[in-house]
């Protein structure tokens, strides 16, 4: 069974100072990975994903993840903090033969972004 | 920008009541789902829907549960016979076919008393 451990409900940074959440990852099979955002009253935004290409993948506003299989982990970076980054940000798996769509979220990470 | 709509934005219903959540997916998507994410718990998959009927289900997706694309545009999702535990942020999603690359419409809420 695949699942994923974003370790860290709430995380509080300082405006201008890296952002780093933890995501590691649990599955048999080759999996896709993903960063979903979600805002205050907004859905789920796809935020970057991971499909066997390149291990460090690019994202919206200026966020990229690196896919580290020998740690099993797909942590989200940003190098500066801005305020308009608090949100809620959840990881997911999905395994490679799914064609349905299925996610398997994390619990969330809930970012502060402090002046 | 295309975006998935949803309706109502909360409810509150008595148990046992039925309940109909419904969704406007992005015009030229496919594949449709319904994730559910209960206060202070991940999000969890429920259904996905691809050319007219359920590609996958969750072991929460019972027969209280059922989808329907009754008109080309909207998808449903029934609750028959709400209980307790069915309180929680239901969200529609859409996908064109990308992995993973689903649209969230921003939830309904439902709260049973």
């Known amino acids: 069974a695949q699942s994923v451990t974003q370790l860290g409900s709430h995380v509080s940074v300082s405006e201008g100072a890296l952002v780093l959440l933890?995501?590691?990852y649990s599955s048999s099979v080759p999996p896709y990975l993903f960063w979903y955002v979600q805002y205050p009253n907004q859905g789920l935004q796809l935020l970057l994903k991971y499909?066997?290409?390149?291990?460090?993948?690019?994202g919206i506003n200026g966020f990229e993840a690196?896919?580290?299989?020998s740690e099993t982990s797909f942590h989200l970076t940003k190098p500066s903090a801005h305020m308009s980054d608090a949100a809620e940000y959840f990881?997911?798996?999905s395994p490679i033969y799914n064609q349905g769509g299925k996610l398997i979220f994390g619990q969330g990470t809930e970012l502060s972004v402090k002046p | 920008e295309p975006e998935v709509t949803q309706t109502p934005s909360h409810q509150v219903t008595q148990m046992g009541q039925e309940v109909i959540l419904r969704c406007v997916p992005i015009s030229n998507h496919l594949y449709f789902y319904w994730y559910r994410q209960i206060l202070g718990q991940k999000v969890e998959f429920l259904v996905s829907f691809y050319n007219n009927e359920i590609s996958e289900k969750s072991e929460i997706f019972d027969d209280q549960f059922s989808v329907e694309?009754?008109?080309?545009?909207?998808f449903t999702l029934k609750i028959r016979s709400?209980?307790?535990e069915d309180s929680a942020?239901?969200?529609c999603a859409s996908s064109g076919g990308g992995v993973g690359e689903l649209f969230f419409g921003e939830g309904s809420r439902l709260t049973v008393l």
């Not at chain 1, 690196?66 to 299989?69: C, D, N, P, V």
């Not at chain 2, 694309?69 to 909207?74: F, T």
């Open chain 1, 22 to 24: 933890r995501c590691n």
């Open chain 1, 51 to 58: 499909t066997s290409a390149a291990t460090l993948v690019k």
């Open chain 1, 66 to 69: 690196e896919f580290k299989k």
């Open chain 1, 91 to 93: 990881c997911a798996v």
């Open chain 2, 69 to 74: 694309r009754p008109d080309g545009s909207n």
């Open chain 2, 82 to 84: 709400t209980k307790l």
């Open chain 2, 89 to 91: 942020m239901y969200f």
